[in-house]
């Protein structure tokens, strides 16, 4: 007799979005399923202080970033016009070294401390 074993995981809308998309742009499936749970994982911690993650930037080359999206630590900086980053695929933060909004592509996040 054999035994099937069913897992499943719940996940938000805005994930299986994000999944979707990183698996349209990387060919991969089992590439967006992983990168938009890491995403997910980086969210909370940028909303609940200040996150330390790192990405590939369009040159290639590896970006180590302390970032935050914690209204707390950045709200004086928006300004509450415009669209959503998330509506360009994108994930818009504020870069604490930098004192500046940056944002990166989905796929490109590779590592979240």
């Not at 099937?4 to 994000?18: E, F, L, P, Q």
């Not at 060919?27 to 890491?38: D, F, P, V, Y």
């Not at 300004?79 to 818009?92: D, L, Q, S």
């Amino acid at each position: 007799m054999t035994q099937t074993i069913i897992s499943t995981i719940a996940v938000k809308d805005m994930t299986v979005t994000r999944a979707n998309v990183i698996a349209q742009r990387t060919g991969s499936l089992e590439m967006g399923i992983a990168k938009a749970m890491l995403i997910e994982q980086l969210k909370q911690k940028l909303a609940n202080g200040v996150a330390h993650f790192i990405f590939q930037k369009k040159d290639g080359s590896m970006r180590e970033m302390f970032a935050t999206t914690n209204p707390a630590l950045c709200s004086r900086h928006i300004n509450g016009r415009g669209i959503t980053r998330e509506f360009y695929a994108t994930t818009a933060i504020w870069d604490c070294e930098a004192s500046a909004w940056k944002s990166f592509r989905w796929e490109s996040l590779v590592k979240v401390f």
